[in-house]
C-alpha cells in the first residue's frame, strides 16, 4: 500500500481514537499507515500497529521553550514521524524556512522521520514556490529519508483539487531536486484517493478533514489498499 498521513489538526478527543483503533484491528496496514492525532491524544496509540506522528515539534531537545514539546520525548510516546512546515503554521505560527530547518534538524537527531509540507500559495508560481521551500533543505541530513507532503494551499480544506496531469508534472519536478517519497494533500477523501494514487510519482497522500470521520478514513484506507 502507498503512504496514508492522517493529519487530525486541532480536532478529535480519545473516542475518535477509540473508533479508530476499533475499526482497524483486523487490518493489516501496518508502516503504510501514519496517525497524527494532537498531542495530548497521541497515548491512545502507543500499542498500535501503525505509526504514530507529531504534527510539529520544538526547535531543541529540552530547555526554556514554554509551550512546546522536545521531538524526543515525542519518540518516547511512539512517534516516528514529525510533520513539519503546514501550509498552517507557516501561515497562522510565522513559521519561516529557518525555524523549519531548525526543527528538521533537531527531530532527526531524535530519530523522527520529517514530514516536510510544501506548495504554492494562491497567485504563486509552483516552480519558484518549491523552489523556494525545498532549497532551505537541500542542506539537511537524510533529506531522501524524510517524506515531502506537497501540498497547493488552494486545496487544503476546499474540494479543489488539481487534475492528475498537472498533480503528476508538479510531483516529478519535487522528484527532480530530491529522491525523497513524495504524497499529494488537500481535500483528499473517498471519492478521489484511488485517482491520486494511481499517479505514477505520488507515493501517497496526506489526509485531514476525511481523516476525522472514521467511516470515511476506513473506506479510504481499503480503496488504498487494492487500489495499487
Ligand atoms: C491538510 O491540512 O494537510 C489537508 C490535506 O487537509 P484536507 O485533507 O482537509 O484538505
Known amino acids: 500500500m502507498k503512504t496514508i498521513v492522517a493529519n487530525w489538526k486541532m480536532n478529535g478527543d480519545e473516542q475518535l481514537c477509540d473508533n479508530l483503533i476499533f475499526k482497524l484491528k483486523d487490518f493489516d496496514v501496518g508502516q503504510s499507515l ?11 496509540f502507543k500499542n498500535c500497529r501503525f505509526c504514530l506522528g507529531a504534527q510539529n515539534c520544538g526547535i531543541a531537545l529540552h530547555g526554556a521553550f514554554t509551550g512546546e514539546v522536545s521531538p524526543q520525548l515525542l519518540r518516547s510516546l511512539g512517534c516516528s514521524y514529525v510533520i513539519i512546515g503546514h501550509s498552517e503554521r507557516r501561515r497562522l505560527c510565522d513559521e519561516n524556512d529557518d525555524i523549519l530547518v531548525k526543527k528538521y534538524e533537531i527531530a532527526i537527531e531524535a530519530n523522527l522521520i520529517p514530514i516536510i509540507c ?14 523556494k521551500q525545498l532549497n532551505s533543505f537541500l542542506k539537511v541530513r537524510n533529506l531522501e529519508k524524510s517524506i515531502i507532503a506537497y501540498e497547493p494551499v488552494r486545496s487544503i480544506g476546499t474540494g479543489i483539487i488539481p487534475d492528475s496531469d498537472k498533480i503528476a508534472k508538479i510531483v516529478s519536478f519535487i ?4 529522491s525523497a517519497k513524495i504524497l499529494y494533500g488537500g481535500s483528499v477523501d473517498s471519492s478521489n484517493v484511488a485517482d491520486i494514487l494511481r499517479i505514477d510519482p505520488v507515493d501517497g497522500v496526506l489526509i485531514g478533514g476525511a481523516s476525522l470521520r472514521t ?3 476506513y473506506s479510504i484506507i481499503q480503496i488504498a489498499k487494492n487500489c495499487c
Not at 506548495?119 to 504563486?124: A, D, I, K, W
Open 34 to 44: 501514519i496517525i497524527c492525532p494532537p498531542f495530548p491524544l497521541l497515548f491512545k
Open 118 to 131: 510544501v506548495g504554492e500559495n494562491f497567485q504563486e508560481d509552483y516552480r519558484l514556490a518549491l523552489e
Open 175 to 178: 522528484k527532480g531536486i530530491t
Open 215 to 217: 467511516e470515511e478514513f
